[in-house]
C-alpha cells in the first residue's frame, strides 16, 4: 500500500508564481497546493473514471494504479507484462472509456519489444484486475535502442459517439522520414474508435484519392506529449517538443505540421516547415519540455478559464497558456506556476474542479499533487 498524505500543504517544497492574467480574463485563482498519492515511481498519466469515483494511473515500469477519489488509498489493479522499459520508453499514456460503466475498458499506450502500441484493457476496480489485453493499434514505430520519442498520449474527445480516441506519437528521433511518411504512424496524431477502426472525419476517410493511412489525422509532428480538449466547447489542442526551441502548443487541426528532419534526422531543422500549420504558442530559445495537460474549466479558476494547463519536465513547472479570443488559434500570455515538484509528466483536471499534477523524477519519490483553486 502506497502513502496516502491527502490535504497537507507543502509549504517549503512548492512555490507558486501567479503574475495577473491576461486583461480581461478576471481575477487570479489561488491555489491550494497538497499531496493526493506519493511514493510511486516514474507517474506517466492520470485519468477518472466517468462516474468521478475512481482516479486511474500509471508507472513507466509497466504499474496501472487505482485510487478511490475523492479519498482512499491506491491498489495496484494489475502489471502490464510486455512494457519494456528503455530510456523515454515504457509504459506511457492511459485513457478511461467514457462508457466505463458499461464496458470497464481503459487503454494503455506504451513500449513493447517491437513496437509502440495502444491495448485496450478489460478492468474491475473491485476486486482489483487487469484482464483481456487487446491490442487496438500496433506497429508504431519505437527507437529500440533508446526508447527515444515514443509519444504517446491517448485521449478522448469529449461527446463523440462513437467515441473517439486520439492517439499523439513521436517519431523515434532516428529516421527523419518518418514525420511526414503518410503510411508511418510515428509522428503524427491518430483517431480511432475504441475498437481501433479509423475515425470517419479523418482525411483518408472523408477523401479516399489520398494516399494516407485511414487513422491518421495529422502529420509533421515531431514527439507529442500531450493532447486537451475542452469540455465546454471545440477547442483542442496538442503539446509537443521542439529541438533545441519552440516546444509548441498546436490547434489540433487536420494536416501537416511541419516536422521534416529528413534522411539522416537533421535537428537543426526547423520545427514548421514553410507550408507547415503554425503553432499557437511556441517556447523559443531555450525549450522546457511541455508535458500533458489539460483546458480549464469552470467558475473556480476565474481569469484561467479556458487556459491550457501544461506540466513541464525540463522546466520544472506548471505553465498556464491563454489563448486568444479569436477562436483560440494563438496565444496573447503565459503564466508559469507551481515550483519546486520537480519534473512534472501530466496535468489533468478531476471530476472535482481541481488539477491534479503527476511528477516524473524517478527512484521512488514521485507523487501526484492537487491544486484546489479559490
Known sequence: MRKVLGLVLLLGV?????????????ANPTL????????????WDIAFTPDGQSMVFDERNGNIWVKPFPSGSPH?????????????????????????GSNHFIYACYDTAADIRVVRFTTDLAPFSLSGATPIITGMPVNAGTGRHSGCRPRFRPGTNPPQLFVGTGDTASDGTIPQNLHSL?????????DGSPCSNN?????????IDDRIW?????????????????AAYTIEH??????EVNVMFQGNFGWNPGPGY???QSMTAPGGIEAAWSSGLPTIAPSGGTILSGAQWQGWQGAAAIAVLKGQELLIVFFDDFLGFGSIGTTFNMRGGGRLRSAVEGPDGNLYVSTDNGGGNDVIFRAVPS
Open 203 to 211: 482525411p483518408g476517410i472523408v477523401n479516399p484519392s489520398l494516399d
Open 186 to 194: 510515428g509522428g503524427k496524431v491518430l483517431c480511432v474508435t475504441n
Open 76 to 100: 495496484i489493479i494489475g502489471q502490464v507484462g510486455d512494457v519494456v522499459v528503455r530510456g523515454e520508453g515504457g509504459l506511457l499514456g492511459l485513457a478511461v472509456d467514457p462508457n466505463f
Open 266 to 268: 537533421d535537428e537543426s
Open 14 to 26: 512548492l512555490t507558486a508564481c501567479v503574475p495577473n492574467p491576461p486583461p480581461g480574463r478576471g
Open 32 to 43: 491550494t497546493v497538497s499531496t493526493a498519492v506519493s511514493g510511486f515511481d516514474h507517474i
Open 218 to 234: 495529422s502529420w509533421g509532428h515531431r514527439n507529442l506529449q500531450g493532447i486537451a480538449f475542452s469540455p465546454t466547447s471545440a
Open 242 to 247: 521542439g529541438t533545441d526551441r519552440d516546444d
